[in-house]
């Protein structure tokens, strides 16, 4: 799979509020295709405990993606 590390920056004029969200390359591993993912948030805006929650949420959406109407 020809992808190579992508950086996408969300900016919020300056401020380092904003997360950053950093996507690794993809790789194959026993019949199944990862992705990595990093997650960059400064603490003021989202602890722990929030950022662990949306990574949760983000690999429940991934391993069981909407089937379209």
């Known amino acids: 799979m020809p992808v190579s590390t992508v ?3 969300i900016s919020d004029g300056g ?3 904003a997360p950053l969200f950093v996507l690794g390359r993809c790789t194959e591993h026993e019949g199944k ?7 960059r948030v400064h603490h003021a805006a989202a602890g722990g405990f ?8 983000l690999r429940e ?6 089937r379209p109407a």
């Open 7 to 9: 950086f996408y920056v």
């Open 15 to 17: 401020g380092r509020l």
């Open 33 to 39: 295709v990862l992705l990595p993912l990093a997650l």
């Open 50 to 57: 929030r950022s662990a929650r949306l990574g949760h949420e």
């Open 61 to 66: 959406l991934v391993a069981e993606p909407a």
